[in-house]
């Protein structure tokens, strides 16, 4: 995105946006990063960084922990580790693993269901494949604080286990000897001390003569001798000869682990930018949460369609001061494009001004930004501003010399994809030269197809936009009772100043702004008036189109739910007619039986005429009752005459019926001359030449829905056996069968985990507690496993 001037980010006050978003980050990097954020004209860029805000807003919401804090910068520890030979010392190791283990929390954090839940979150690591060797490898040596493990290495466990001998040796005789020379009068009350790494002994001066031993120091007053007994001297040598050995078993520990990890600095890149990734998402969902912003619906081309704007900084200002910030809407339909921004000083005119330029980079930066959801907001690529004073002593540059560079610049640049916001439009010269020359500015701009949003005193300007397509008048509303603002922004009438009136209620004498009045004229005010109120029945014109638009699109929603629901009482009646019917010729079939046996008697009677005359009339009877439920089914089942005439072919997904029958199913595959169609309970291959075009049942999507729902309910697997996995892993599978329990709606799981010292009890305990709702965790009777078992209750 294309911005002008230069300090824009300040104009607008986008820099402090993006301080605030910086305050919100885990990291170093992730701040390195917001500082580096930039407005982008790509849709799709712009559209994936919303998506990922908005979810991670609603992680917040949700109070859903994620696994991302504090992280240090592992650039260097990276860059160095590329060095083949180069040993990583203990802090890059304790950094580079606590940022695995922040990559290892996230890859956790998305299991199924919030894969589902969140899913641009979730791709960013879809296609990373995270490696636990790494932690093992590095926790292998390394404890949580940085420091290496008593048992890295059997040989460093050994040198260890020499060192802490000695050491009680130390102890044992030191307390022999401080009891001997404390007897004798010989020490300080200190008693002992540390100099140059080794253990001493704190002596008076005077008796510094009488203890054999190594003197390392003397205090600063010359009374104190700081002296190594000599029956330690060799516990303290063998003691430092096991710690080189120490030191040196380290170096080797650690150049080994360096020499694993190498291999691997490519891909512990990558989980780097990751973190910084989800870092400033984790950043714009905060910020977004304290300012209550959104994501609008975005509209590809240029567009204004703010619903309840509020200026971000205002909103967060207002609110710590207990105050309420009085939104705006700015939707401008049809070929308006710019705004002519109009009303008193001090009403709110420049800071709905720059809630628009703010918004709208703060969008293209993909931020949410703090309006209803329901606005729409176009992309624009290149946004220019002309805001405060911007005098220049070295380019030697007056205010207004300052303006008409910046307006050369917006008329040599600016096209149907600019967005220009201007302040004070046209002021810092004589009123009406500059007016004249703003107004063909405005003209220029105008026919470039820009959009913007400028404000302005001048009246010539206010006609123009009245007069001119594209161009829309608006105002910061005014109360004349209390001459006060009300910070309400009207699109659609221009806004006098109201100069007289606050004028006067600052306290000017009333002769002064008699004289005031007759200077400005009664033609100047008349224009003032009467623009003022054609403005306002023009909008009340156009208000009362958009009411009667409204009306008619509810009439053509009456109109449709009408003709819905008249077709389907239609279906319901002809339904109950047709069950009727087959009911009926079911009835007749049953009833065979009594007409043979009747006509059986009449024939054994001899009564053969009768007998003819009977069977005739129920075979007549019968087939008038077929052809009705015949003509029943056609008339349901059958498509329409309009959708029969196109004679579609038959393809996947449509309903048919059989040609000589009423059974009517959904077709699942197609072949060359058949096809496979699901009856019911039934699967079918029926040629293609013996099946018709059918209706939609009206039930088929909710019964499918709903038995669907009681399958997967039905086959979730009510109990899991985790005996014998290991702490991790149980965490891991614990978590898997709970998420999987609640989609299916399933209840009452049991999990067994076996007694043993508790560990897996601990697991399972330790991942139900991460669900922030109620769950009824109980063991059962002993008989029943007891303490070996523990029982979820998700009702």
Known sequence: MELEPKDLYEKLEFDKVLNLLERECSGELGMEFVQQLSPSSDLRFISQRLLEAKEF???????????????????????????????????????????????????????????????????????????????????????????????????LAKIRRHIQSKQRDLDRQFRLLIDEYRRKGWLTDNVESFRNGRRVLSVPSEHKRKIRGIIHDESATGKTAFIEPEPVIEINNDIFDLEQEEKREIYRILKALSAVLRPYVPLLRTYRDLIIRYDVIQAKGRLAVKMKAEIPRLVEKPFFGIIQGRHPLLYLKNRNLGKKTVPFDLRLLGANRILVLSGPNAGGKSITMKSVGLMQMMLQAGLLVPVDPISEMGVFERLYADI?????????????????????????????????????????????????????????????????????????????????????????????????????????????????????????????????????????????????????????????????????????????????????????????????????????????????RTIREIKEQQNLERAKEMAVKAKEERKKLAEEVV?????????????????????????VRLRTGGATGKVEAVDKKS?????????????????????????????????????????????????????????????????????????GLRIVHGKGNGTLRNAVRKKLREYNFDLKVSHPAAEMGGDGVTLVDLS
């Open 675 to 747: 096809a496979i169609v699901l009856m019911g309970d039934l699967r079918m291959t029926i040629r293609l030449k013996d099946l018709q075009q059918a209706k939609t049942p009206l039930n088929v999507q909710q019964t499918q829905s709903i038995q669907a729902d009681v399958d997967r309910a039905a086959a979730f697997p009510l109990k899991l056996d985790i005996r014998g996995m290991r702490y991790e892993e149980a965490l891991k599978v614990v978590e898997e069968y709970v998420d999987q329990a609640i989609l299916a709606n399933a209840n």
């Open 57 to 155: 807003k609603i992680i917040i919401d949700k109070r859903d922990p994620f696994p991302l804090g504090a992280y240090a910068d592992v650039a260097e520890e990276l860059r160095m580790l590329e060095i083949e030979g180069y040993v990583l010392p203990e802090e890059g190791l304790r950094r580079l693993n606590v940022l695995l283990l922040f990559t290892r929390g996230i890859f956790r954090f998305f299991n199924p269901g919030r894969q589902l839940a969140y899913p641009a979150l979730y791709e960013l690591i879809r296609h990373v494949i995270f490696n636990e060797d790494l932690i093992k490898e590095i926790e292998r040596v390394i404890d949580e604080d940085g420091n290496i493990k008593p048992d890295a290495s059997p040989e």
């Open 388 to 596: 405060g004073d911007q005098q220049s002593l070295e380019d030697d540059l007056s205010t207004y010399s300052s303006r008409l560079a910046n307006a050369r610049v917006f008329l040599e640049r600016a096209d149907d994809k600019t967005l220009v916001i201007i302040d004070e439009f046209g002021s810092g010269t004589d009123p009406q030269i500059g007016g004249a020359i703003a107004e063909a500015v405005l003209n220029d701009l105008n026919r470039k197809g820009a959009y913007g949003v400028i404000t302005t005193h001048y009246s010539n300007l206010k006609v123009f936009a009245f007069k001119t397509k594209g161009l829309l008048n608006g105002s910061m509303h005014f109360d004349k009772e209390t001459l006060s603002p009300t910070y309400e922004l009207k699109v659609g009438r221009p806004g006098s100043s109201y100069a007289f009136e606050i004028a006067s209620k600052s306290g000017l004498p009333a002769s002064v702004m008699k004289y005031a009045r007759q200077r400005v004229g009664k033609n100047e005010k008349a224009v003032d008036e009467l623009l003022v109120d054609l403005q306002r029945e023009k909008q009340e014109v156009e208000e009362h189109l958009v009411s009667l638009k409204q009306k008619q699109q509810e009439i053509e929603k009456l109109i449709k739910t009408y003709d819905q629901a008249f077709r389907e009482l239609e279906y319901r009646r002809k339904k109950l007619k047709l069950d009727a019917k087959e009911m009926a010729l079911q009835s007749t079939a049953q009833n065979n039986r009594e007409l043979e």
């Open 631 to 655: 003509s029943l089914r056609d008339n349901i089942y059958l498509p329409d005459e309009e959708a029969a005439a196109e004679d579609k072919p038959i393809a996947v997904g449509d309903f």
